[in-house]
């Protein structure tokens, strides 16, 4: 549903020609009401109006040591982390921290102030942490 949003925004169509558009592939006015397969024949009609389907890429731990920092600390606490080590998790987490959406997004003095927050919880949790998979916790 949303790259029928995101299509309809990239080929400029205002509110009237995208309800028009709906109705002539699908018979319906609104995309709450319309099937995956009727939101395929809405995407394939963007297709063939121009639109170009972006490709979605996966977010990596980020190209910045100290971000590559925060992900790897991050992982060494998976084992005592109620989400398990998430991606979802890591996220709520510098949310908290530093009001940022995304690790990949944090400013340099904001990843020292995460790295200290997980530090303290590598203490906590009794997690010794000295690089890549040298893990070990302390009980």
Partial sequence: MAQLHIARKALA???????????????QTSAKELTDAQINSVLAEFERLGWKKARFRRFAAGNRPDVRKVFAIWGSLRDHLECRG??????AFVE???????PNFLNGAQ????????KEMQRRHGVVWR?????QTIR
């Fill in 13 to 27: 169509l205002e509110e009237e020609s995208y309800r028009a558009l709906l109705y002539r592939v699908t018979g």
């Fill in 86 to 91: 998430s991606r979802a998790g890591l996220r």
């Fill in 96 to 102: 908290r921290q530093v009001g940022v959406s995304d």
């Fill in 111 to 118: 990843a020292r102030q995460v790295v200290e927050a997980l």
């Fill in 131 to 135: 690089g890549s998979d040298e893990r």
